[in-house]
Each structure stands twice: as C-alpha cells, then as structure tokens.
C-alpha cells in the first residue's frame, strides 16, 4: 500500500466505523455534543501531557501536529472497540436469555450454553487485542529534535532532505570535519530521533571523521509512520549512502556505519546489500526480531513463544514486511573482510549479550568484541572516552587495507 493510501485509510477509518455504528445501532444516533466536545478538550490535554513527558525524557519537542495524529487513532480504535463489544461481545445474548429463562422455571440448560462468555473473551483477546498492539507496535508518532550538533558541541552541520526509492524524506544532518574523507554514519534506535543520538558525535570531533545524523523514516522529521525494526529501514540507510557518494563524494572516500538497537539491524541488512558501506558499528544489537521477541518470551514456557509468533505474524500483515525473514546474523556472516566491532552494555535488559556474541562469531572479516558499562544504546554516555579509545584505533587499523567500494 502506498503513503497516500496509508493516509487515505488512516483519515477515513473514523467516519466509516462512526457511520457503521450508527447505521447499525440507532441508539448512538442521539448525539451529545456537549459531552463530545469535553470529550475531544480531555482526550487532547492529555495527549499533549503524555507526549510532553516523552519528549521531556527524550529531551526533545511535541509537533502539534501529532497531538492530532494521536487523538485521531485513539478516536478510531475506540469507535472500533465499541463495535467489536456491541457485535462480537453480544454475541449468543439470545441463547443466554433463554438459558436464564430455562433456569427461572427449574429447567436444566445445555452446557455448551456455559461456553459462551469464555469464548467471546478468548476472542477479544486473541483478535481484537492483538491486533490492536500489532498496530501500536508497528506505527509511531513522533518527537521532533530538541537538541543538535551547535546546542550541544557548538559544531556547525548542513541540514539535509534525502529521498528513499520508495518515497520517504528523511531529515538529516552533515557535520563536516576539515579535510576528512571518511563519513560516520549514526543510526539510531526505536522510537528515538537524531537529536536523541547527537552525543556521538563526541568520539568522532577532530578524527578525521565527517559524521551524518538522519531520523529513520516514522522518527523525528522524517516522513512516514510505520516502523518495522530495521526491516525496511535499511532502504533508508542505503539512500543515505546513494545520497553521499553522489552528492559529498570527497567527503565519502570511507564509509563507516554506526547502528543501535533498531539502527543496528537496519545497518547490518543494509550492508549486506551494499558494499560501499565499509565498516559497521553495531551498539546494542539483536540478531533478528523473531529471536529476539522468542528470547523474552521465553520466560512463559509454551503459551509466550506461540504468543510471540502470532504477535509476530500479525505485525508482518498490519505492515506487510517478514519479520520472520530478517536476519543481522545472516547479514554479518555475507561482509566477508569488511571490519565489523560489536559492542554491548552490561547494563542492557532489553538485548540478550548472547545477541552480540552471536553476531562477533557470525564475522567473517577483522572483528571485535566489546562488553561495557552502560545501559541500552547508553555506552556511549557512560564512557564516552573509553569508546572512542576502542573503536577508534580498530578502525584506524583495518579501514585502509580495504579498497573503496565504487
């Protein structure tokens, strides 16, 4: 489906479950417009609250734009559920009233009649919710920056629209370095933006090293709103790539990749389709989704890896993407010489370590392993200089054996 369609679906879904419900149930035809414009102000206020402390952990900026984004899902989700309890949820109401009236006249009732109730609410929790997180999960709405490279470093940078093939913007920023021709390229996480990851570019000022910073799609400024993990995401890091060696080539002679978490996966992906990508950076990574999901669902024997793959396959339909088929192990395993540094925090309870070590083995080419103090994708805040004095020096020792990718 396309953006437009995406959008088109998104901003009728609403009216059409809003019409449905009227013309099948009369009773909400009497519309309370006081209470309805109360309701629109509440939901609203604490929206922009919600959002407000998000953006105050991430330190960055509520868009207005998405308070509306938001209001407008929540507004179709709850118009949906409603026609979910008043359809599927009264579901063999009449076989009920008439097993009440068999029992009010000393009559004995079918036990099948019993299986009623628990089999609406194995329904609500099998369809209904599911779905409804597969759409939570997969859709986002977005931070804007609240800091950059001159708030934060007093660094100048260019700010950049780059365009995907499959027609997203995504917003970015070049930090130049005199006289550098090799780029890092910052990858972020889930849910977080650029601005988020502008803390390194500490490592990275006066090392020969240009630095970009872009938002994923679904992130930051950048356009779209579904996210897949890294899935597609790599189309974004490949146009990046596409981006520099055709419109900064003295400044992409080298091209280095640092990805975490989300960024990671899309890093990885996106590097084994492209070997201009000459070294990767892999912070807080996971080897795919479905290991991922399986490792933490683990921890309920039987029902939660069933749970993790149903999750996982309603996400792959709401979004039409394989989240079985992705692989960054598969992905480092094809590098070949390329330099691959694998790091992971001791503190990280989101990513398994056994995660990282499977992806240092996967390697092929000239490795490295780092296990540091710190939390998620947060090593480098930890112990900024202690990341520079590692990844810096295996770079320095492996970038220039390679000859550049044209």
């Not at 970015?172 to 005199?178: D, K, V």
Request: glycine share 8%.
């Amino acid at each position: 489906m396309s953006h437009g369609w995406g959008w088109l679906l998104f901003l009728l879904c609403p009216p059409l479950l809003a019409s449905m419900l009227l013309w099948r149930f009369p009773a909400y035809r009497r519309i309370r417009y006081r209470s309805l414009a109360i309701y629109l102000v509440v939901m609203s206020l604490l929206i922009w609250g919600a959002l407000r402390f998000v953006a105050h952990l991430a330190q960055g900026r509520v868009m207005p734009v998405e308070v509306g984004v938001v209001l407008w899902f929540t507004i179709g989700w709850r118009l949906g559920w409603t026609l979910w309890a008043r359809t599927v949820g009264r579901c063999g109401e009449r076989w009920l009233r008439w097993a009440r009236w068999r029992r009010s006249h000393g009559r004995t009732v079918p036990r099948r009649i019993l299986l009623i109730r628990p089999a609406r609410a194995a329904c609500t929790a099998v369809i209904f919710a599911p779905l409804f997180l597969a759409t939570v999960l997969t859709h986002r709405c977005k931070i804007a920056d609240g800091r950059d490279p001159r708030s934060i470093f007093a660094k100048p940078f260019e700010h950049l629209r780059i365009a995907t093939p499959d027609g997203h913007e995504l917003d970015g920023w070049l930090i130049p370095q005199e006289n550098a021709d090799r780029t890092l390229l910052i990858c972020h996480g889930a849910g977080a933006n650029k601005g988020n990851f502008v803390w390194f570019l500490a490592p990275f000022l006066g090392q020969r090293y240009n630095v970009v910073f872009f938002d994923f799609r679904a992130h930051g400024s950048s356009t779209g709103r579904q996210t897949t993990y890294g899935i597609r995401e790599r189309r974004d890091v490949l146009a990046v790539v596409d981006w520099l060696k055709r419109e900064r080539p003295e400044h992409a002679r080298r091209i280095v990749g640092l990805g975490s978490s989300q960024g990671a996966m899309a890093l990885a992906l996106a590097a084994a389709e492209e070997p201009r990508i000459d070294a990767v950076i892999l912070d807080s990574p996971f080897v795919s989704p479905e290991a991922l999901a399986l490792h933490h669902a683990g921890k309920v024997p039987v029902l939660g890896p069933a749970a993790a793959r149903f999750m996982l396959g309603l996400m792959s339909a709401v979004t039409r993407t394989n989240f079985f088929a992705a692989s960054a192990e598969r992905a480092v395993t094809s590098l070949s010489d390329r330099p691959v540094f694998v790091i992971h925090g001791n503190e990280d309870i989101g990513m398994p370590a056994a995660h990282a070590q499977r992806l240092y083995d996967a390697a092929s080419g000239p490795r490295e392993i780092w296990f540091g103090p710190g939390p998620h994708s947060n090593i480098i805040t930890t112990v900024p200089d202690e990341y520079g004095r590692r990844v810096l020096p295996f770079l320095d020792a492996h970038l220039d054996n390679r000859n550049p990718a044209p």
